[in-house]
C-alpha cells in the first residue's frame, strides 16, 4: 500500500494535464509545460527509488507470508 | 537534396560494420552450451543484470522511430506529440508495480511469452491464441516503423533520394537488413543486447551535443521557443488546419493525458518489452530498471524540443520527419554527422531484433507447439522461432518497399490500440482469477472490432481512413485516444459475460499457478530448474 501510495503521484499528476499546460512562469527560456514534465522525470524517480527501499522489505514479507525463505536463495 | 558527403557516409558505414561484427561476435558472449532452445536464443540465458538490462530495455523502448516521430511532431506544430514524456513517466510505476509477478511466474513455469502466461493461468489455447496473434500483429507494422527511420537517415545523407531507381533507393536498406537478419538467427537475443551498448552510447552522446551545442549555435534556448511561436502564429496567420501551437490547445487536454495513459498501459503488453523483461535474471532487475529507466524519457525530451531548434534553425523540409536529421546535417561537422545518423540507423536495429524475436516466440510458442506440432522439442520451437524472425523482418520490408509507409503507420497506430485489449487477460490475470476465460476472449473481440472500426472511421486532412489515433468519447464531443475508448467497451464486455457465466457455472478451466509463483525469484524451488536445460556457464 505505501508502494502505491509513492507511486500514485507519479502516474496521477502526468495526468492532469490542466495543471501544467500553460506557458509561463518560464525556466531559462523553456515554457513551463515543457520543463515541468522533464522536471516531473526527476520526481518520478525519486518516488521509484524511496518505493524500491520500501519494496525491499515489503518483499521479504510477501515471500514469507507465502511460504518461501525470507531472502531468495540466489540473490547473486 | 544535396549529394552524399563522403566524410559523414565513411563513419556512419564505419559504425554500422562494428555493429554487424558485434552481432556475430554476440553469440560467444556469455557463452552457453548451446542456443537451440528458447530460453538461450529467445531471453538470451534468462541472465542479464540491472546494468545489461537498462541497455537492452532503453535501447528496445527508446526506438530510432520514436527519435525521428516525436520532433517530427513538434516541428510541425502538433504539440500533442509531446504526450511521450508523460507516457514514459506513467509507464515505469506501473512496471515497478506490476511486473515483477510476471517475471516470477513466468520463471517459475517456463513462460517465453505473455500468452504462455494466459494458457498456464486460464487453461485456454483459444485465448492464448488471441493473445499470441494480437502481439504479432501490432509488432509487424512497428518492425516496419524502425526502416522507416532508417529510410528518414539514408535518404537525409543522400541515399536513396526518391526518383531514383529501385537499387539504387533500397538497397541499402536491404543490405542492413539482411545483416540485422542473419546475426539475430545465429545470436538470438545476445546479438540485440550487445549492439544495445554501441547504440545507447551513440544517442547518448548526439543527443547531449545536440542540446547543448545546436540550441547556443542559433541562439539559445529562449529564442528557439519565441522563434518556433512566432513561425506557429504566422502558419495560423494564413489559417493552418489544425491551427499548429507549441502547447496543447485546452480542448486536447483530454487527448493528451489519455495518449499517455493509453500508451503506457499498452507499452508492456508488447511482446518486445515483455520479452526484454523476461531476459532479467531475477525479480529486483526490474524493479531497480524501472527507477533508472527514465533516464532516457530526459533524453526523448530534450531530442523532441529539438524539432523547435529545426524551426529556429531555419530548416525547411517537405516531411517533418526529415526536419532533426536534416538539422543534424546542416549544424554539425561532416563527421559527427555521421555518427549522428549511425546512432539513429542502429538505434532501429536493436528493437528490431527484439521485436522479430519477440513475434517469432509468440509464433513457436503459442501457435506452432499449441496447434501445430504438441510434441515439439525445445530444439524444434528455437528452430521455428529462428525461421519466423526471418520471416517476419521479411515481412517488414515487403511492408516499407512494396506498400506504403502511411500504410505501416497506420498499423502502428492500430497496434497500440490492439496491444490493450490483451491487458485484462494479462495484466488483471496476475492479480485476480476472477475474469471467465470466454469472458476474456469476448472482451478481446469486442475491444478490437471496436476500436479498429473507430480508428477506421477517422478522417484527416489527407487521409480518409486511419486519419489519428483520437475521437470523440462516445456522448461528448471531448478528443480522446481511441485504444481507451475499445479498452472500456473489452472491459464492461468481459466484467458482464464473467457474471453470467459464473452464475452459470460455465467451466472455468484448470489454473497452472499458485499465489506462490508469482513471489518466486532466482533460485527459489522450482526457478533455477527452468533455466538449468540450456545450461548456460554464466550462473
Redesign the interface.
Known amino acids: 500500500m505505501l ?2 501510495a509513492l ?1 500514485a503521484p ?2 496521477a499528476i ?5 495543471l501544467y ?3 509561463d512562469p ?1 525556466l ?4 513551463f ?2 520543463w515541468f ?2 522536471a ?3 520526481v ?2 525519486v ?3 524511496l ?2 527501499v520500501v ?2 522489505k515489503v ?1 521479504r514479507l ?2 514469507v507470508a ?4 525470507p531472502e ?5 | 537534396m544535396n549529394g552524399v558527403n563522403g566524410v559523414a557516409f565513411g563513419v556512419f558505414v564505419f559504425l554500422f560494420l562494428v555493429v554487424t561484427i558485434l552481432g556475430f561476435a554476440a553469440s560467444r558472449w556469455r557463452r552457453a552450451t548451446s542456443l537451440d532452445n528458447l530460453d538461450e536464443w529467445g531471453l538470451g540465458g534468462r541472465g542479464f543484470g540491472t546494468f545489461v538490462a537498462w541497455f537492452l530495455i532503453g535501447g528496445d523502448l527508446y526506438t530510432a522511430y520514436t527519435f525521428i516521430a516525436v520532433p517530427a511532431t513538434l516541428y510541425a506544430g502538433s504539440a500533442v506529440g509531446f504526450f511521450a514524456i508523460p507516457y514514459g513517466i506513467i509507464a515505469y510505476p506501473l512496471v515497478f508495480i506490476f511486473l515483477p509477478r510476471l517475471w516470477s511466474v513466468s520463471h517459475r513455469h517456463g513462460y517465453v511469452t505473455p500468452a504462455d502466461f494466459v494458457q498456464g493461468r486460464y487453461d485456454s489455447r483459444g485465448l492464448a491464441l488471441a493473445v499470441a496473434l494480437t502481439g504479432i500483429l501490432a509488432t509487424m507494422p512497428y518492425i516496419a516503423l524502425q526502416l522507416v527511420g532508417m529510410q528518414v537517415v539514408l535518404e537525409v545523407m543522400g541515399i536513396g533520394t526518391p526518383g531514383e531507381s529501385w537499387i539504387a533507393k533500397d538497397l541499402p536498406l536491404f543490405i542492413a537488413f539482411g545483416f540485422l537478419a542473419a546475426y539475430t538467427y545465429t545470436s538470438g537475443m545476445r546479438a540485440p543486447a550487445l549492439i544495445a551498448f554501441v547504440k545507447d552510447v551513440l544517442i547518448y552522446v548526439v543527443i547531449l551535443v545536440a542540446v547543448i551545442y545546436i540550441p547556443q549555435q542559433v541562439g539559445g534556448w529562449g529564442h528557439v521557443f519565441d522563434a518556433a511561436q512566432s513561425s506557429f502564429d504566422a502558419a495560423n496567420a494564413e489559417g493552418a488546419v489544425p491551427p499548429k501551437g507549441m502547447i496543447p490547445p485546452p480542448e486536447m487536454q483530454w487527448a493528451y493525458a489519455s495518449l499517455a495513459l493509453g500508451s503506457a498501459l499498452a507499452l508492456f503488453m508488447y511482446p518486445h518489452s515483455v520479452t526484454g523483461v523476461l531476459a532479467t535474471r531475477n525479480r529486483s532487475v526490474i524493479r531497480r530498471n524501472a527507477a533508472l529507466l527514465p533516464a532516457y524519457s530526459v533524453l526523448l525530451g530534450l531530442l523532441s524540443l529539438l524539432g523547435f531548434v529545426a524551426i529556429a534553425a531555419g530548416v525547411k523540409v517537405a516531411n517533418p520527419q526529415h526536419s532533426v536529421p536534416q538539422l543534424f546535417e546542416d549544424q554539425f561537422s561532416p563527421w559527427f554527422a555521421g555518427v549522428a545518423f549511425a546512432a539513429i540507423a542502429i538505434g532501429a536495429l536493436v528493437p528490431a531484433a527484439i521485436m522479430s524475436i519477440a513475434a517469432a516466440n509468440l509464433w513457436s510458442r503459442n501457435v506452432y507447439k499449441a496447434f501445430i506440432n504438441r510434441d515439439a522439442t525445445p530444439a524444434q520451437e528455437a528452430q521455428q522461432s529462428k525461421l519466423v524472425s526471418l520471416l517476419v523482418k521479411f515481412g517488414a520490408l515487403v511492408f516499407v518497399l512494396a506498400l506504403s509507409k502511411d500504410f505501416a503507420i497506420n498499423l502502428q497506430l492500430l497496434g497500440g490500440v490492439w496491444m490493450l485489449q490483451t491487458l485484462p487477460a494479462i495484466v488483471i490475470g496476475l492479480y485476480t482469477r476472477w475474469f471467465h476465460r470466454w469472458a476474456l476472449l469476448a472482451g478481446w473481440a469486442v475491444g478490437m472490432a471496436y476500436g479498429t472500426w473507430l480508428a477506421y472511421g477517422v478522417a484527416s486532412p489527407v487521409k480518409a481512413h486511419f486519419g489519428g489515433p483520437l475521437v470523440d468519447f462516445p456522448g461528448t464531443e471531448t478528443k480522446v485516444y481511441i485504444a481507451v475508448v475499445a479498452f472500456l467497451a473489452n472491459l464492461v464486455v468481459a466484467i458482464v459475460l464473467t457474471v453470467g457465466l459464473r452464475a452459470l457455472k460455465v467451466d472455468p478451466g484448470v489454473d497452472q499457478t499458485t499465489a506462490q509463483d508469482f513471489h518466486a525469484d532466482r533460485g527459489d524451488p522450482g526457478v533455477e530448474a527452468e533455466r538449468s536445460h540450456g545450461a548456460p556457464v554464466h550462473a
Do not use: C, E, K
Not at chain 1, 531468495?72 to 547473486?76: G, I, K, L, R, T
Open positions: 508502494i502505491i507511486l507519479a502516474v502526468p495526468l492532469w494535464v490542466p499546460d500553460r506557458v518560464r531559462g527560456g523553456f515554457p509545460f515543457f514534465q522533464i516531473m522525470i526527476g518520478a524517480v518516488l521509484t527509488s518505493a524500491l519494496a525491499a518483499t510477501d515471500r507465502h511460504g518461501l525463505s531468495p536463495p540466489d540473490a547473486s
